[in-house]
């Protein structure tokens, strides 16, 4: 059982005990030293390190999950800025193209009409030289047939010449009559 | 010494014509277990100290070497420095009560397994029904105020902050400086101590009541009914008491991270 000091006046309870007080004090000092120096600040870097290792794993997750949804956004916008490149160089490329064709289509036209012309020309040239020579040839010819024919050489060259002149006329006034009918 | 034990009182029995012992003043007076000179050590300061003993082991075996996955042990710990950090200390001060919490955790599991100290067999004495505990708590937690307010505010307005609502019609003044005064200065502390003191010791009267009327009254008549509900209300006293023990640490701590809260803010 328990063991009471009874005294016959008790004392006032609202007195406190000097010893007590002292004791009191002391031991509430001693848990205080030790849970505020050493024991609780352990456990709250403990905490600390445990509100790190999951919410710290939560927001570094997080964190790359951010990372990653930006590189997909940047690669997206550079394979965008490269389609829009590609599509903008074959766009370039179609419209070389096409002025190159342009070009050398103009560039042949260009040489088929030199070349015509130039084949004009020589056959003006060729049909200018056969003229010439044929009309030579015919007077010859026929200053031969004739001095053959008439048994004398016309060897008048003038009134030769003129005769054959007036001969020659005759036939080209008969093909232009010709050609105009 | 004109004391006498009352180890007789205790086995006094109806039968025995010695009178009932009825608990009072004297059930919280102890013999000394032994004495230094004039200083006698009593059972409560031995329970003090054992209660201190406990707090440090507790939280020693729990949080001297923490883990990041916690064992049981520490993770008991951990829901009680919880409680006091994040119940109290962020709950009434906010985040600048961070730095009180070692404070108030001390106050609060001393306070309490002190407390505590009332229904464990053997101990069945609360040591914060001697008031000098309370009173040494209160010292403390008071002086822990004053100084907060102090020190927060610089003389003047710490005792601006002690005594001045602002917004008083002028005549109301005088009157509410000197209750301010008196509450703030005089009342506070002193209830803090008193409100602990007086639950443990009106708890402990009540056990020891109904525990002492329940042998008194056993005998082979009609009394043993009134000794077996006797019996059971001092187990559900007992029960009882386990609620208040933990309230009484509660509100005592929640009070002194008040007391701080207000020492701390700006004026009011």
């Known amino acids: 059982m328990m063991t009471f000091l009874a005294e016959e006046g008790a004392q006032n309870p609202l007195i406190p005990d000097t010893a007590e007080l002292v004791v009191g004090l002391l031991c509430f000092f001693i848990v205080f030293g030790l849970l505020g120096r050493k024991l609780l600040p352990n456990i709250q870097k403990t905490l600390a390190e445990r509100h790190d290792a999951i919410e710290g794993g939560l927001e570094r997750a997080e964190k790359a999950q951010a990372e990653a949804n930006r590189t997909l956004e940047e690669y997206k916008a550079q394979l965008a800025g490269a389609r829009h490149e590609a599509a903008r160089i074959t766009e370039q490329a179609r419209e070389q193209g096409a002025q190159i064709i342009a070009e050398m289509r103009e560039e042949g036209q260009r040489q088929r009409d030199a070349i015509v012309a130039a084949g004009h020309a020589q056959i003006e040239a060729d049909r200018r030289q056969v003229t010439v020579t044929l009309r030579q040839e015919v007077g010859r010819i026929a200053t031969d047939l004739a001095g053959k024919l008439v048994g004398e050489s016309l060897e008048d060259s003038a009134r030769q010449s003129r005769t054959i002149d007036r001969f020659l006329d005759s036939l080209d006034d008969a093909s232009t009559a010709e050609a105009a009918r | ?191 803090l101590a008193v409100r602990l003191w007086a639950n443990m010791f009106a708890g402990h009267m009540l056990i020891v009541m109904f525990s002492v009327a329940s042998w008194y009254l056993l005998t082979p008549t009609w009394l043993t009914a009134v000794s077996a509900g006797s019996f059971g209300l001092a187990i559900f006293m007992t029960a009882f008491e386990l609620l208040i023990q933990f309230l009484q640490a509660y509100i005592f701590t929640l009070l002194a991270s008040i007391y701080i809260q207000g020492a701390l803010e700006e004026g009011h």
């Open chain 2, 1 to 191: 010494m004109s004391a006498h034990t009352l180890l007789a009182e205790a086995g006094c029995h109806i039968k025995q014509d010695c009178g009932f012992p009825a608990p009072g003043l004297h059930s919280f007076d102890f013999k000394p277990i032994f004495s230094i000179g004039s200083f006698d050590f009593t059972k409560p300061m031995l329970l003090a100290i054992l209660c201190m003993l406990l707090v440090v082991g507790f939280f020693w075996a729990a949080f001297n070497k923490p883990k990041l996955v916690p064992g049981k042990l520490q993770l008991v710990g951990e829901i009680g420095y919880t409680f006091v950090a994040r119940s109290i200390a962020r709950e009434v001060i906010g985040k600048k009560g961070d730095k009180y919490v070692p404070f108030l955790t001390s106050i609060f599991f001393f306070v309490w397994f002190m407390n505590i100290m009332s229904i464990i067999p053997f101990a069945q004495f609360p040591a914060t029904s001697r008031f000098a505990f309370p009173v040494a708590l209160a010292a403390l937690v008071f002086i822990t105020y004053m100084y907060l307010t102090f020190k927060t505010h610089g003389f003047r307005k710490g005792v601006k902050n002690l005594v001045w609502i602002s917004g008083l019609p002028k005549p109301l003044v005088p009157l509410i400086v000197l209750l301010e005064f008196i509450q703030n200065v005089i009342t506070r502390p002193f209830t």
